[in-house]
């Protein structure tokens, strides 16, 4: 893990270097790069494989007071970190919020983005997404005092296995739960970030229905992957984001809740390492 310094601050990093095809992955809200551990462990061997901890209230370093904290900002974010390292053909993936960015990059045509993969993702209407959302969107109302001593109550195993939190996000991830509310818990700059973020998220209800409307433009290919019992994002939108794309299909995945990357780390980096493999539509097959 290292940092790069951006124009919110510094955010850290992990980047496996290496000269393979480039892939991107972004996390969701309150967590962290450690999201996709296992994924970038087995992609790693043939790709080069970047996960930034965005500034969603689990990050090391609070970022400048005047970052713009809402989901369009930290997409921006994103597309300036692309253009710093200057990775070109990227395959940019993204799981629970982190997919919710993909989106918004995808409808902006970013031209650094060769291919996208949404993983159990919000989608039209559903966001906040879930218990989970819905309790995270009244915790954003919270000062951030108050907001550090409702996240000191995540300490708790039983608490963070609640429907509220994490519970119906993973099977098997607690340990990288755990981590996750730490910093909020420690750290005040931590806690006014996170509460900026949130309210400056759900402040704009409609904004991924409006995604979903430019998401037909995006003429790469597209795999929509989604957890097949998932309670927190429904089955139905995967689907639907995979008809709306030109070249999207849908995977569902058994076994596994909203977070596939900790619940099904190895089905999902043979998916992405296959997608990468395949020819766009009308190429040829090298």
């Known amino acids: 893990m290292t940092g790069i310094e951006l124009s919110t601050g510094t955010i850290a990093l992990q980047d496996t270097g290496g ?29 080069r494989c970047v996960a930034p901890t965005l500034p969603f209230g689990a990050h090391l370093h609070p970022v400048h007071a005047d970052a713009d904290l809402s989901l369009p900002g930290i997409a921006s974010l994103v597309a300036e970190l692309l253009e710093r390292l200057d990775l070109q053909q990227v395959t940019l993936v993204g799981n629970d ?137 429904p089955v139905e939108h995967g689907r639907r984001l995979a008809r709306l794309l030109p070249q999207g299909r849908l995977v569902e995945v058994p076994d596994s809740r909203t977070l596939i990357p900790l619940d099904q780390p190895a089905e999902l980096a043979g998916l992405i390492r296959a997608f990468v493999r395949e020819p766009a539509r009308g190429e040829e097959v090298r």
Do not use: Y
């Not at 790069?33 to 790693?44: C, K, P």
């Not at 704009?204 to 995006?218: C, G, H, T, V, Y």
């Open 19 to 47: 000269d393979g095809p480039p892939v991107v992955l972004l996390h969701g809200m309150l967590m962290d790069a450690s999201l996709w551990d296992a994924v970038v462990t087995d992609l790693s061997a043939d790709h």
């Open 97 to 233: 919020t982190g997919g919710a960015l993909v989106q918004l990059l995808m409808g902006e045509g970013n031209p650094r983005v060769d291919r996208a993969v949404l993983v159990s993702c919000e989608a039209f209407d559903n966001f906040p997404p879930g218990l989970t959302g819905k309790t995270l969107a009244l915790a954003g109302r919270l000062p951030p005092r108050l907001f550090g001593l409702f996240m000191q109550q995540m300490r708790l195993r039983a608490l963070r296995r609640l429907p509220i939190a994490f519970g119906w996000l993973t099977r098997r991830g607690d340990a990288a739960t755990a981590r996750w509310v730490r910093p909020a818990m420690g750290q005040q700059g931590i806690r006014r970030d996170a509460v900026r973020m949130l309210r400056a998220a759900f402040t704009d209800r409609q904004l991924l229905l409006r995604a979903a409307e430019s998401l037909p433009s995006f003429d790469r290919p597209a795999l929509v992957v989604w957890a097949d019992g998932d309670r927190v994002m």
